[in-house]
């Protein structure tokens, strides 16, 4: 700044030299009064722009290093991919349910001809049709009973327990097997042996820590 006011006023000075020579000492004193506040304006004037242009100019940022920004762009992406929801139930045969569940109020049994409760569902399908494991689990039981026919036992977590009954085959599953919902574990019989009265289905049973549970309602909700 000091510098370039300097480097002004030395060439003023040499101009007005060249074009005073001619002047007399008298001549000279009126002349460089006017001379001198014509300098003062000018340096005035100098400083005045340099300050302005200093005010405009725009604020001197320090440089990011490229480290920084891949820190910010790594802290703002999530730290993992999102888990998918496990599959819980599946319904075990996509047929008509012809026996509703009743496990307190009696209904009547015409193959066996009685009254009584039927804490289950019977879901009705064509001899042959795949039945499905209802949810993740291990086959805890497998056996051929005379009243029920075929059944297959399967334990899920949280003290959950699939019973299916009225079917045509045990030879697909073993017991220890571990099983995932929608599995193909056996297929439905001609007929249940106490539930002869009724269309080929499965009578399948539902319970949580030993007690029945409605399948019906937990696939609505």
Same mark, same amino acid.
């Given at each position: ?41 000018? &340096? @005035?004037?100098? *400083?005045? $722009? ?6 405009? %100019? ?6 990011? !290093? ?53 804490? &289950? @569902?019977?879901? *009705?399908? $064509? ?6 494991? %209802? ?6 039981? !497998? ?54 009265? @009724? ?21 609505e909700n």
């Amino acid at each position: 700044m000091l510098e370039r006011i300097k480097a002004h006023f030395i060439k003023t000075i040499d101009r007005m030299r060249a074009r005073l020579k001619g002047v007399t000492r008298a001549q000279w004193g009126r002349v460089g009064y006017y001379a001198a506040l014509a300098l003062l304006l000018i &340096a @005035l004037g100098v *400083a005045s $722009s340099a300050y302005r242009n200093k005010r405009l %100019a725009p604020p001197k940022q320090e440089p990011v !290093a490229r480290s920084a920004l891949s820190a910010r762009a790594e802290a703002a992406l999530p730290t993992s991919a999102p888990t998918p929801a496990p599959v819980e139930w599946v319904w075990p045969l996509e047929g008509e349910i012809i026996g509703e569940y009743s496990p307190s109020e009696p209904v009547w049994s015409t193959t066996l001809e009685q009254w009584q409760t039927h804490p &289950a @569902l019977d879901i *009705a399908g $064509s001899p042959g049709e795949a039945v499905y494991a %209802a949810r993740d689990g291990e086959i805890s039981d !497998a056996w051929c009973d005379r009243l029920w026919g075929n059944v297959i036992v399967i334990d899920h977590d949280g003290g959950w327990q699939s019973v299916y009954r009225g079917l045509n085959t045990l030879n697909l599953v073993e017991v220890g097997d571990s099983v995932k919902a929608g599995d193909v574990v056996s297929a439905v019989a001609p007929s249940v042996p106490c539930e002869g009265d @009724l269309a080929p289905h499965i009578h399948f049973e539902l319970t949580r820590d030993g007690k029945e549970m409605d399948f019906a309602e937990i696939m609505e909700n």
